[in-house]
């Protein structure tokens, strides 16, 4: 079997590998008590480019859409709808996995929280990112979903290039408004993909 046939079989798994380890990365800086160049840029990027009157409202707006009122009405909602249950069910015990992986990786590592600029206010720890965490696992998981059961191409692609965005601007929030670090950030999406492939695989059969 040639290298490439064998990558594209694995694809999931390397995806799975690499997170991880970027993660184990980052999470060994933060134990060290670091501030890591990383969060530097981001915040500098932020600051110097993007905060403004006319932005921060957006930003508390879309910071929103990864909370946890917003993501269990949601679910509710989206329970009620789906025809299939099965799917209903999942989306629950989704986010419910992913909640409690967040906070026990909170309680393990206990991050402080930026202190230097702050637009709101907000209690816990810092490192991974909650709203980042939920929201790539819950509309990774609408993802994965629209990709498998969607057959419309056009609104298949439009729909998961809406959510991706809403991924990334979720936790581009988060810097901006001070309550996170980039890493907290980043760390928070990589961990939720790398259980995102790991849940999609145990539920693959379920599913079908």
């Avoid at 989206?78 to 249950?85: A, H, S």
């Amino acid at each position: 079997m040639k290298t490439k046939e064998i990558v594209a079989k694995n694809i999931k798994w390397i995806i799975l590998f690499i997170c991880i380890l970027i993660t184990v990365l980052i999470a060994e800086d933060v134990m060290e008590k670091e501030i890591m160049e990383l969060d530097t840029i981001g915040y500098k990027i932020i600051s110097e480019h993007l905060i403004s009157e006319t932005i921060t409202p957006i930003a508390k707006v879309i910071t929103q859409f990864g909370g946890a009122i917003f993501l269990i009405t949601l679910s509710i909602i989206l329970l009620i709808v789906i025809k299939n249950k099965k799917i209903g069910i999942l989306i629950w015990i989704n986010l419910a996995i992913s909640t409690i992986i967040n906070q026990v990786l909170k309680n393990i590592i206990q991050r402080p929280r930026p202190t230097e600029f702050r637009i709101i206010d907000e209690k816990g720890y810092s490192f991974p990112s909650g709203h980042s965490m939920a929201s790539m696992a819950f509309y990774g998981f609408l993802i994965y979903l629209i990709y498998k059961k969607v057959k419309n191409k056009y609104l298949k692609w439009t729909l998961i290039s809406l959510l991706s965005i809403l991924i990334i601007l979720i936790g581009t929030s988060r810097v901006y408004l001070g309550v996170h670090y980039t890493s907290d950030v980043i760390a928070g999406i990589l961990i939720s993909t790398s259980y995102l492939i790991m849940f999609t695989s145990i539920i693959k059969k379920y599913l079908e």
